[in-house]
Nanobody, 121 residues
Framework: QVQLVESGGGLMQAGGSLRLSCAIS????????TGWFRQAPGKERDFVAA???????SYAESVKGRFVISRDYAKNMVYLQMNSLKPEDTAVYYC???????????????WGHGTQVTVSS
């Protein structure tokens, strides 16, 4: 059984920072990759950032230079540090894991329930 639980969302003014956390519970496998995605009202869910074996990372262009993804293997946690927040960052943010190597920005296997991030102007 796989469980992903996000936390850390909330309301923040533009220019501020938030850190999202995701607790990962996977009893039978170690994820190849963990990622963050977001979905704004009326829009599709979009890739935000991912980290995978070897501590490699990838970011959407819209967050590059502002967001940092990190993974703590000992604690089974993944984090998303979000700086210089903009109103357009407002969305529900989802944590996801991918079991096997493959495209890093889609086709994830397991998802959390999401945490709301609202950025006011």
């Amino acid at each position: 059984q796989v469980q992903l639980v996000e936390s850390g969302g909330g309301l923040m003014q533009a220019g501020g920072s938030l850190r999202l956390s995701c607790a990962i519970s996977t009893r039978t496998f170690n994820p190849y990759a963990t990622g963050w995605f977001r979905q704004a009202p009326g829009k599709e869910r979009d890739f935000v950032a991912a980290t995978w074996i070897g501590d490699r990372t990838s970011y959407a262009e819209s967050v590059k230079g502002r967001f940092v993804i990190s993974r703590d293997y000992a604690k089974n946690m993944v984090y998303l540090q979000m700086n210089s927040l903009k109103p357009e960052d407002t969305a529900v943010y989802y944590c996801a894991v991918r079991r096997l190597p493959g495209p890093i920005s889609y086709n994830y296997d397991y998802w959390g329930h999401g945490t709301q991030v609202t950025v006011s102007s």
